[in-house]
């Protein structure tokens, strides 16, 4: 049986998630409501002929309404499928085994409100393929892709794309449907955009492309935009612009963004709260300010100290963080950074794996440093 | 004076087109100006950085030099060991191949310049053998010295390429580069397809031997704080020309060029306690094929005037070494990565 809860308008609005499954420190960020998505203890695994690589293990973490939620993590770290999961994009062997991704319509504000229906659903228990989670993938959840040349059709043009995705979300007339194409593309600053319509995608440049792409995204006005590493395809001036876009159509719309990136650089002038995961892990989280200036996991420490600055000495020796990432397969036992961890106590860190938990209050962490809290021994699927 | 050695390599008006040909007799009709009259000296022990946005011309001018693909006109003059100096971009084939010891390439993508088939051995081995080292044992004992030197365990000279990840095998990249001892080696975005918790131990890798034998570098990045973290000397190049070249301290503290200042403005600084706005330049960058008149720059340019859109200006001294091509390289004060420190 799909688990799908729908209410009528009238009824109250159900139940937030348990108290003690929230990550503490989250609360006074839920000024604009409960958040629009909740991810609790998801797991994707991939069962290969080799051995499951755990992908994305125990991901917990919340999107509020108008809030850029940053992701940032280097290969491997789980961070691309932790999207995919949530759009319930993943091919197979990838598998959703445990968790839960709550989606919640948020109630939009003014003229908008009348045509509002809510919805909230669990899309981890969704058939992937249903009517449900097709309307929420795209209408809804709305992605913002890496590679733009990749993520249109060369053979239609990109008017006849958006147009097809705003008429699948909502039945109307072409007519109707290609005004609204016109309008978002200049929305996102598309010169002359009635004749862009009839463009296609190769014959626009890298910046224009990665333009379409957004107003594609944003034709269906999805309450959570998820940008996955939206300029790293394209040049640092070019990139400047995209960013300062988002930024402004996030403010217009109070949209929530889940930003996907592995650039520390992009995350800091992005994000107002940032996720940092490795491994498939998260190993800390917290408000952008203290991830940057007080970061409590040796693993943010040692990533930020070893990002050259233009500030930085020249031609010295950069802080690096030992050895390298490991295999997917080869998951070290506790802790997953412990073999590269300077601060690493034996014993412990190797032994039994540091809960995402916050000690005081505060952000939570997943580092026996700073608390002794050890996720329960697995019972794994 | 004593008489002065010329420098290890330079690279004078040096220009690459390539045919746009169209229509059933494939007529040309037009030159793509991948590199378009550029010029620049490496000095012995010296990393000179060649920094731009995609299309600017980099690697191009980067493969010129290695003689990888066939200049169309313009010299690159490299000097031997014996102080000869050959023109590369001339030299027959048969001359051109004892040389290409003297010059290595550092690939951007460790996934794909390595063969999988081949284990670290005859990766490794594999520059040695072609430049005459026949016997076995001597390349082993050489490759066991090289992966000693990138750090990495000798005895991994039998495992294949799959068993590492993109750090180590990178470092398999730089050790079969060195391998014939070179004195100029060209790193083509060599760390920009690493993570961050790697490309940091690249970077400290490249310094290190860099100083250890001496080399020089000629440094293809689009990063500009990994830029100005390696290099003594930066190039900035857009559409196919330098607009700007000075040492490194030089350029980001006192950029001369409109296009060299907005680039340090649109990088996204990693404190979110100086968000400055992001300052994106307005436009794209030009087409090579079909440049604007005047400054290629001038369409995106903020200071740009009558004469910046009737004359392609050139490239000129205006401090000791710090050369730019801006007609209003004089009066502009440009900001620099010290004006970064805005909060938003």
Not at chain 1, 42 to 63: I, P, W, Y
Not at chain 1, 183 to 196: A, I
Not at chain 2, 96 to 106: A, C, G, I, T
């Amino acid at each position: 049986m799909v688990y799908v809860t729908q209410p009528t308008p009238t009824a109250p609005s159900p139940a937030p998630p348990p108290e003690a499954a929230r990550p503490q420190g989250a609360r006074e960020r839920g000024r604009g409501g409960p958040p629009v998505l909740s991810v609790r203890g998801l797991k994707t695994h991939f069962r290969l002929d080799e051995g499951v690589v755990r992908a994305v293990d125990g991901v917990s973490f919340d999107l509020y309404p108008g809030e850029v939620l940053g992701i940032v993590g280097e290969s491997g770290c789980g961070k691309s499928i932790t999207m995919k999961s949530i759009l319930r994009l993943l091919q197979p062997p990838g598998r959703i085994v445990a968790g839960e991704i709550r989606y919640r319509r948020p109630e939009p504000q003014g003229e908008a409100r009348r045509r509002y229906r809510p919805f909230e659903a669990d899309l981890a228990k969704l058939p992937a393929q249903g009517r449900r989670m097709r309307q929420v993938r795209g209408g809804d959840i709305a992605l913002i892709p890496q590679e733009p040349m990749a993520s249109f059709s060369p053979l239609h043009t990109i008017g006849d794309q958006i147009v097809e995705a705003i008429r699948l979300h909502e039945p109307m007339p072409a007519r109707r449907a290609r005004e609204i194409a016109v309008e978002k593309l200049r929305e996102v600053g598309m010169p002359s955009p009635e004749q862009r319509l009839s463009a296609y995608s190769w014959q626009l440049s890298g910046g224009l492309r990665q333009r379409a792409i957004i107003a594609m995204a944003l034709a269906c006005n999805p309450s959570v935009l998820i940008a996955d590493e939206p300029t790293t395809a394209i040049d640092v001036t070019t990139q400047a612009q995209v960013l300062e876009l988002i930024k402004r159509l996030q403010a217009e719309h109070g949209s929530s963004i889940l930003f996907i990136t592995h650039d520390l650089g992009v995350i800091a002038q992005m994000a107002d709260h940032v996720v940092v995961m490795y491994l498939g892990k998260v190993m800390e989280q917290g408000p952008v300010r203290d991830i940057f200036h007080r970061p409590r996991h040796p693993y943010t420490r040692a990533l930020l100290r070893s990002i050259p600055s233009v500030h930085s000495e020249p031609r010295v020796a950069l802080p690096t963080i030992a050895g390298s990432i490991p295999h997917p397969l080869h998951r070290p036992s506790g802790c997953a950074f412990h073999p590269r961890c300077p601060d690493f106590m034996p014993g412990r860190c190797d032994v039994r794996t540091p809960a995402l938990h916050s000690p005081d209050g505060g952000a939570p962490v997943a580092c026996f440093l700073h608390h002794d809290v050890a996720e329960e021994v697995g019972h794994d699927a | 004076m004593p008489e002065e050695v010329a420098p290890l390599l330079e690279v004078r008006e040096l220009r690459k087109h390539y045919p746009i040909r169209r229509g059933p007799f494939r007529r040309v009709v037009g030159h793509v100006r991948a590199v378009d009259d550029v010029s620049f000296q490496v000095r012995d022990g010296e990393i000179l950085s060649l920094v731009g946005e995609s299309g600017c011309g980099k690697t191009t001018t980067a493969k010129c030099v290695l003689r990888a693909v066939d200049p169309t006109s313009g010299e690159v003059l490299f000097r031997l060991p014996d102080g000869r100096v050959v023109d590369v971009a001339r030299l027959p084939e048969p001359e051109l191949r004892p040389l290409r010891s003297q010059m290595q390439l550092v690939f951007q993508d460790p996934f794909g310049s390595l063969n999988p088939r081949m284990n670290l051995l005859d990766i490794i081995g594999e520059p040695l053998l072609v430049h005459g080292v026949k016997d076995r044992r001597k390349r082993m004992e050489r490759v066991a010295e090289l992966l000693h030197l990138v750090g990495l365990r000798p005895e991994y000279m039998h495992r294949y390429p799959h068993a590492f990840s993109g750090g180590q095998r990178q470092r398999v990249v730089i050790a079969r580069a060195l391998a014939l001892e070179p004195r100029l080696v060209i790193a083509d975005e060599a760390v920009s397809a690493l993570d961050v918790s790697v490309q940091a131990q690249i970077l400290n890798l490249l310094l290190d031997l860099q100083r250890r034998l001496n080399l020089s570098y000629l440094f293809v990045a689009h990063d500009l704080s990994i830029v100005k973290h390696i290099s003594h000397r930066v190039a900035v190049m857009y559409v196919g020309k330098i607009v700007e070249l000075a040492p490194t301290e030089e350029l980001f503290h006192r950029p001369k060029h409109p296009y060299t200042s907005a680039l340090m403005q649109a990088v996204p600084v990693p404190d979110p306690d100086k968000r400055s706005a992001l300052k994106g330049l307005p436009g794209e960058v030009a087409n090579p094929a079909d440049p604007p008149k005047g400054c290629y720059f001038h369409p995106r340019c903020p200071f740009a005037t009558d004469v910046c859109r009737a004359e392609t200006p050139a490239l000129r001294e205006v401090a000791p070494g710090h050369r730019v091509a801006c007609h209003r390289a004089e009066e502009l004060t440009l900001p620099g990565i010290d004006d970064l420190e805005r909060v938003a």
